[in-house]
């Protein structure tokens, strides 16, 4: 089956991203384009989602207060500062102010000494709200992780993302590598088939973007609430009707740890807005 036919794309539909710039709130200055990381061989230049998307939508992101994302934001800000579990511990008690968070979101996922693995920003809270605070772990794609994430996001918004993806990241690394580049289900299609080899290009009604994650959580028009990268991972999989990995396994967040670096040097702007 022909890629074009099979993944719905409209030929003749070209579109570069638009040349509009990001500033949120007149303040935050994001890099939405920037030279390409060296480790990518076939990609140039990198391009936030933002920049594939409407006026219409792009506007939403450039104040806090059209932002819908931002009602679970504020929702995670009172989590934040509230006890949970058998140790009488907000998360407030050992991290103080979120402001602490500051450059936190840039560098996840990371290899974690004291774990021994890549984590995600979503293991790291539920290992704090576990082993530091004896609450209930939060369930990985839930509303109230994704809001948490969101908040730590924000904190770092206008910084550049800048995952580690050698020394012992490395082989995590290069397993996410392998996944973005194979072709999964019946369609026969990889990330890289959409995301690297068409962006620019129509599908169906979307303007396909590079697939990057620095944007996340993205509260979607669609669904009108914050969605986790693992979320969108699985939706993008099921899209190719392919089975999907699980949110938070080890698959995801390798995948993640490489699709974060292809990002690299992006601006973190989540929560951002998508349709
Ligand atoms: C009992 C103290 C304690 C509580 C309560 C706690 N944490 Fe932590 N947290 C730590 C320690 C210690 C670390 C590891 C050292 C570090 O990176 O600060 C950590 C690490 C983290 C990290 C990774 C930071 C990094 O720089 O890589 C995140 C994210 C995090 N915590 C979020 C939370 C959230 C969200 C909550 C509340 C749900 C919370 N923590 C509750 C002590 C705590
Ligand atoms: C059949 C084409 C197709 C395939 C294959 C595909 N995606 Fe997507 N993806 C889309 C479309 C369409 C969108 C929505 C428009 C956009 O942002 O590109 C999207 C959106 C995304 C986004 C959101 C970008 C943003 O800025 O909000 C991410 C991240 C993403 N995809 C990652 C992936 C990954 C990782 C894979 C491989 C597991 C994948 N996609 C496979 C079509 C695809």
Known sequence: MAFSAAAGLSGGAFADPDEDQLTINGEIEIVTETAAPEHLEYVDTIYSGWRFRSDETQAVQMDDFDNPGMIFVEAAMETWDTVEGTEGKSCASCHNDVETMAGVRAVYPKYVEAAGEVRTLEHQ??????????????????????????????????????????????????????????????????????????????????????????????????????NSVHARFKGCVRDTMAHTFKPGGPEFTALELYVASRGNGLSVEGPSVRN
């Open 125 to 226: 809270i539920n290992g704090c709200r576990e082993e530091r605070m004896g609450a209930e772990p939060y369930k990985y794609t839930s509303g109230d992780m994704v809001a948490m994430v969101g908040l730590i996001s924000m904190v770092s918004r206008g910084l550049p993302v800048n995952v580690q993806i050698d020394g012992p990241a490395q082989s995590t690394w290069e397993k996410g590598k392998e996944i973005y580049y194979t072709r999964y289900g019946q369609l026969e299609l990889s990330c890289a088939n959409c995301h690297e080899d068409n962006y620019g290009n129509m599908i169906r009604a979307d303007h396909l973007s590079q697939g990057q994650i620095n944007g996340f959580p993205t509260y979607r028009l669609k669904n009108t609430k914050l």
